[in-house]
């Protein structure tokens, strides 16, 4: 590679160019005289070249860009999907080709802008609706390594907005793709602008596929710079703000008829989403200091509960189950997680304590700790939020005291807790205590 001269790219170059010029007028000509096959041949192998010539070689690279490379292999890509055929020949050109743009652009800013210049956003519209997956591949490569903070802004253009609602399409469709995949977490995600821009366009489904991208990102336990936090707290306001809009659409799952309600599944992405943004001690404090975030989880909790009580459906306590079948509903867990996040957002959070009392949250808690085969873990998730709720918070450790004293908190919950109540002084004390093995 480091030996090739610069006349060996310009006969390359040449031969691409008068390839096409020949391609292009047989099809004005409509004389269909042009030998298509070898042409098509001849431009495949002349893209493997300059493919492989510039792998690693910035000299190279230079060489091809300042030769009006990018602009000739643009020009001949748009010439090429214009050819209303599908056999193979054509494909591996196409394919090709965009591999080459691919090379070309790797590790080199110059040959990025100079591809962004001439290919954006008409040839990645083009590509990315294409009909052969490794074609929507090879371009999905190409943008990935094209794009950067400024660019993914130029995206924010309402019609350059479709490029990025194809990127997710691609990966909601090719879940194999692993370019569609990095766009999305790798550049989509640090422009919560473009998050948001996005999700008013997207259809139910497609969002549930962004939540499901967002909370791959939100999980990844590398640390952070202070810029990227800022960026997940403007996306855990966002998120905060969709899931108070719509929580109330899982009600929609209390029929068998609206089970898969597709508005129904992102309020349950959401929730997902804001309980693993809550575990995460920075963005913790920031949806801490929400407005109403907790207030919406203790009404949905109450009305999710009231639910399952009214009638038997998903929301229904069960423990009939053998252990050896799954419930496959999308609402299993919702309530767990409700409790999760209403736990998150009490912890060492005294205003918070206080807001779970005040709308008397402690006790729907409470009647909502016994064992339920619709919500794995919500003993353990209730225990959580009973001990954030109680840590260093008199009102609310005595008031789950006397509600245990008057009957109105089951005993035996509370050892599964590990809690018991003690009497000192005329006083009711709830503590904790090692349970018996």
């Known amino acids: 590679r480091e030996m090739a001269e610069e006349s060996l790219f310009r006969n390359l170059m040449e031969i691409l160019m008068s390839t096409s010029s020949e391609i292009e007028q047989a099809y004005k000509d409509s004389c269909g005289l042009v030998d ?4 098509l041949l001849l431009i495949a192998e002349c893209f493997r070249c300059l493919r492989n010539a510039c792998v690693k070689c910035a000299k190279n690279q230079h060489v091809m860009r300042n030769l009006g490379l990018i602009s000739t292999s643009v020009h001949l890509i748009k010439l090429l999907h214009g050819i209303q055929i599908k056999e193979e020949l054509l494909l591996t050109a196409l394919r090709c080709s965009l591999q080459f743009l691919g090379n070309i652009a790797a590790g080199n800013g110059d040959s990025q802008n100079s591809i962004w210049k001439c290919a954006f956003p008409d040839l990645f519209l ?41 990127v997710l399409k691609v990966y909601k469709e090719q879940l194999e793709s692993e370019w569609s995949f990095l766009i999305v977490t790798d550049h989509l995600l640090k422009c919560p602008e473009l998050v948001k821009a996005l999700y008013a366009k997207l259809s139910n489904q497609e969002r549930v596929t962004l939540l499901e991208l967002i909370m791959a990102k939100v999980s990844e336990k590398n640390p952070v710079t202070s810029e990227e936090m800022n960026v997940f707290m403007r996306h855990a306001d966002f998120l905060a703000g969709c899931f ?59 009305l999710t509960h009231l639910a399952g009580k009214q009638a038997v459906n998903i929301f229904t306590a069960t423990h009939t189950m053998t252990g050896q079948e799954e419930i496959s509903h999308p609402a299993v867990g919702f309530k767990s997680h409700l409790i999760r996040l209403i736990g998150n957002l009490c912890y060492k959070n005294k205003k918070n304590q206080d807001k ?82």
């Open 126 to 166: 083009t590509c990315l609706t294409y009909s052969d997956e490794k074609i929507v591949a090879y371009c999905c490569m190409v943008l990935f390594t094209c794009l950067n903070s400024e660019k993914v802004r130029e995206l924010l253009d309402p019609g350059n907005l479709t490029v990025a609602l194809h």
């Open 36 to 39: 298509l096959d070898t042409c």
């Open 244 to 302: 108070q809009e719509k929580c109330e659409a899982v009600l929609k799952l209390t029929s068998a008829t609206d089970a898969e309600d597709e508005e129904a599944l992102v309020t349950i992405r959401l929730l997902d989403v804001l309980c693993e943004m809550t575990s995460n001690s920075k963005q913790l404090e920031h949806l801490q200091a929400l407005p109403s975030l907790l207030e919406t989880a203790i009404d949905t909790l109450r």
């Open 356 to 437: 779970v009392y005040e709308l008397d949250g402690v006790s729907l808690i409470l009647d909502n700790c016994s064992i339920d085969d619709n919500n794995p873990f919500v003993n353990q998730w209730a225990v959580y939020a009973i001990r954030n709720l109680t840590e260093q918070n008199e009102r609310n450790q005595e008031l789950i005291a006397q509600m245990e004293e008057k009957g109105l908190a089951d005993n035996s919950a509370l050892e599964s807790m590990g809690l018991e109540i003690e009497k000192q002084d005329d006083k009711l004390i709830l503590r904790s205590v090692r349970k018996k093995p």
